[in-house]
């Protein structure tokens, strides 16, 4: 047994060594554990045991045989955050648009502009700078929204980056909206399952990514029955973006009819819906995914994240990042937001009135984060909560730093007072990804001179 802190290279190194060992054991000790499992609660004082990949045990005096011990004292440990619904291969276009006010407006810029000459290096560039900065900030399962396959080869190149990354990774492919493309999805699912998602137990899953209305981009990227049946046929979840409005709630009360809702099913967005089709999602156990940085900045539909919608009919969502061309890259950010203005909703629905306002706290928004964002990603048995038999994924946040001390409430400190700077270390599948404050296996300048490479590329580059 070795014990130091998590500031330690040399405890770094010996788990590095070990990494190949499937049998490795490691021992954080001391912490303050917010398992966000509900038979667990938060524990201080505390130790968490990981073996190979597993957290093996939670509790105090855990056996420190043959364990690399990490000293956690002033640290709480969390489950790694989860990200239901980011478009990542846009990623080297970030912030090109901060002040976009529609829908619209992103549409024609990115989708049926830049889109259009993305290469699959392209492809590659910005998903594994969306992938690295996702580690970076917390975020260990990140589900890419993939819609922009123009080729198989595009496709490969953004499953590529989330394997080069070790992010636990979610690929949602959809064919793109507008431009040229070899109309190979959503056949190419087949050869994707058989190429990269061949074992039960690994980082990445496959989804089928879908429009919720052919009102964009036509029919053959809308979700209904055909790709209903090629999602059941091949055994993966679908994900369906841009599920806005009374033509959605059409579409869902549609999709009801013909038994096309459940829990494999993530609709993301929902703002707007009607009552009945809210009805029929609650009914049917369909989840959600919400953006809400997205709603609110870009105005989309209500511009209301619909978190009191989701939450009436027994639905706790997942949050997600969305578009980094306009938006943040974090979940802090996220959660911080969802927090603010769902809290301003309910008190003023209620301002003059005796009646108390129904307000979200902040182990809610924690709890959409995590364990709720993994059940929307069809991996709530595997990731979201610090629970023995899950996977090793989680973070290590310093309590006692400056913009954090003195540690009072660990959710608290958390939801409202981190932020990357106070992520000592990142575990995805047992492995750390950041250690020190450092994201491990990066070489910045070789990745900065390949994304500003790609980025000169699709600016200069006339929209086909």
Avoid at 139 to 148: A, E, Q, V, Y
């Amino acid at each position: 047994m070795t014990s130091s802190d998590t500031t330690s290279a040399a405890v770094l190194e010996q788990l590095q060594q070990r990494s190949a060992d499937p049998k490795r054991r490691t021992l954080f000790t001391g912490a303050t554990i917010v398992t966000m499992d509900a038979n667990l609660g938060v524990l201080h004082g505390a130790d968490l045991l990981v073996e190979g990949d597993t957290i093996a045990a939670i509790g105090t005096g855990l056996d420190r045989d043959g364990a690399v011990a990490v000293d956690a004292a002033g640290t709480i440990l969390t489950p790694g955050f989860v990200d239901t619904h980011r478009h990542a291969w846009e990623t080297q276009l970030r912030r090109i648009m901060p002040d976009v006010d529609d829908l619209g407006a992103y549409v024609m810029s990115t989708l049926a502009g830049y889109a259009t000459v993305y290469r699959p290096q392209d492809m590659y560039a910005g998903t594994k700078l969306a992938a690295l900065t996702a580690i970076d900030s917390g975020i260990t399962t990140m589900l890419d929204f993939s819609h922009n396959s123009r080729t198989a080869e595009h496709s490969d190149a953004a499953v590529q980056a989330l394997i080069d990354t070790g992010i636990r990774g979610v690929h949602a492919s959809m064919g793109p909206h507008f431009g040229d493309w070899d109309k190979q999805w959503p056949g190419d699912l087949a050869r994707l399952k058989d190429t990269y998602f061949v074992g039960g137990d690994q980082l990445l899953t496959l989804r089928l990514a879908a429009l919720a209305t052919d009102e964009i981009a036509g029919p053959a990227l809308a979700y209904g029955p055909t790709l209903a049946r090629t999602a059941k046929d091949l055994g993966i979840g679908v994900s369906v973006d841009a599920v806005f409005g009374a033509s959605s709630s059409t579409a869902i009360l549609n999709w009801a009819k013909d038994g096309l809702l459940g829990p494999d099913l993530a609709l993301i967005h929902a703002t707007g819906l009607t009552d009945e089709a809210w009805k029929a999602v609650g009914e049917s156990g369909t989840t959600i995914a919400l953006a809400p940085t997205s709603d609110s900045q870009i105005g989309l539909e209500t511009a209301i994240p619909a978190i009191d919608e989701a939450l009436a009919v027994g639905v706790r969502p997942g949050l997600s990042i969305d578009v980094e061309v306009a938006l943040v890259s974090d979940m802090f950010t996220q959660m911080r937001t969802l927090h603010a203005i769902q809290r301003m909703r309910a008190v003023n629905t209620v301002y003059g009135t005796e009646q108390p306002p129904a307000r979200i706290t902040a182990h809610d928004v924690l709890d959409f984060a995590t364990l709720q964002g993994a059940r929307t990603n069809g991996l709530g048995g595997v990731t979201g909560s610090l629970t023995p038999g899950k996977k090793a994924d989680l973070l290590v946040i310093r309590a006692e730093d400056l913009n954090n001390m003195p540690l009072n409430d660990a959710v608290g400190t958390v939801v409202l007072g981190s932020d990357a700077r106070n992520i000592s270390a990142v575990l995805i599948n047992g492995r750390p990804r950041k250690w020190n404050g450092q994201v491990l296996d990066v070489d910045l300048p070789a990745l900065r001179a390949e994304v500003h490479a790609s980025r000169e590329y699709v600016l200069n580059t006339p929209a086909v």
